[in-house]
């Protein structure tokens, strides 16, 4: 029996490695032509923002501290860098659903009027509508995205690493002695900045209210990784390379711009401490102001009737008689045990303290509908007794001998018949209001 040679061996081997090889090969690629692949199918989801639950809360903290109705009107917001355009989208060029969408998510004691002239004409032209009963905005929303600086700051690293050896007595139909391994990683990242403002306009007047304005900006990332790994074994090379590329996306950024700027708006307008509602947020110097100066604005019995339902908001059992009795002074020392009990009045800090820490929770504005049902009831017994205490016969001479009209001159008759023939629209002074009370205006300070 003749035994094979090495060679003939060798070469057997090497016959059997590269039809097994060739056959696998075959059986993993398949028939080209029926190449398919699969896609995702992903459910539509609401939209959910890490100020979702800021904006809801915000509409509750108007009913808690009792603010008056802000009827809010927002103008169209756009791109006015004009980078949207040269970016192919990169930017939104028009925001201003998102302002709407955010204004009308509040609720509470705020109303989103919508600005849309177009609509209103043809509405009243063709007969379905008129302006009565229309709501007349307090204030309107003017703003647009002012900046968008790209490549503020962009950074490459790559990483690289050889190594070879070479393998001796090996036969002579090897390819290669060679042994080499070879990998590689590479990174590169680029910062980009929007920026968003936004001011309040006075409807009626048509100019801006001091200090009620939001700029806000936000920094977006765009990074691009790839890997990669290969290495020859005699010869035969394998490789493998991965690249991936992320950014963060400008239309979201855009929108939580927008979200917080309407936080910031509506709660300085209405003086609400907002950033009890926003994680890490810092206290704004503008609400402080007006909390401060409203303070200084009353006087004694309205100081400590203004702390007594900020104390019962905080839980505490006061009576809202305006003294400073036995029973405030304890709920005062439970809520801070600096105060003293010897005090004749509340002081700014006190004041300040409780105002921006009251609670936004559901048992609050369960204590805020009493209050207001306590407020209501006293009102009313007033009210009695005031009519009680009139007189019988000056009722009736009040009812029954109505004071006469005085003859308007021609002048004013053409204007009084002009403005019975506007339809009526209900439009209310600028009134802010928070726990009760009243914030003055820019004069009245």
Known sequence: MKVPSKVNMYK????????????????????????????????????????SQAILDLGKMTQIY???????????????????????GEIPRDITEMVKSTLNAVGGNVVYIPYDPAFFQN??????????????PDVVMTGAITEFDRGLE??????????????SGLPKWVPSDKISLETGAGAKTALSRI?????????????????????????????????????SLLGPTIGLKGTVKKVQGRHAAVRLLVELSV???????????YWNLIPGAQEDPVIIGAVTSYYYSLSEPEKIV???????????????NGELDS????????????????????????YLNLYISVPITDETLGERTKIAKFIESIQAEQTAVVEEQTPVEMQATVVSAPAEEPVAAPQEAAEEEVAASEPERRVKPRVRTFGGGRILSESDW
């Open 12 to 51: 057997r081997l090497r016959s059997i490695l590269v039809a097994s090889l060739l056959l696998q090969f075959l059986v993993s690629c398949g028939n080209p032509h029926k190449v398919d692949v699969s896609l995702r199918e992903v459910a539509p989801e609401n939209k959910v923002t890490s100020f």
């Open 66 to 88: 009792n603010t008056v109705a802000l009827n809010i009107m927002a103008k169209d917001v756009g791109d006015v860098t004009g980078t949207s355009a040269f970016t192919s």
């Open 123 to 136: 509405t009243y032209a063709t007969g379905y509508s008129t302006f009565e009963n229309k709501i007349i």
């Open 154 to 167: 962009t950074r490459g690293k790559n990483t690289d690493f050889d190594a070879e050896a070479s393998v």
């Open 195 to 231: 920026t968003l403002d936004f001011n309040l306009i006075d409807f009626q007047t048509l100019s801006g209210i001091a200090r009620m304005q939001a700029v806000n900006s936000i920094k977006v990332d765009k990074a691009t990784r790839q890997e990669s790994i290969g290495f």
């Open 263 to 273: 936080i910031q708006i509506v709660s300085k307008y209405l003086a609400l401490p």
């Open 306 to 320: 203004r702390t007594q339902e900020l104390l019962r908001l905080h839980g505490y059992q006061a009576p809202l």
């Open 327 to 350: 029973d405030t002074v304890a709920a005062l020392q439970q809520f801070d045990s600096n105060f003293q009990a010897d005090s004749s009045s509340i002081d700014k800090d006190t």
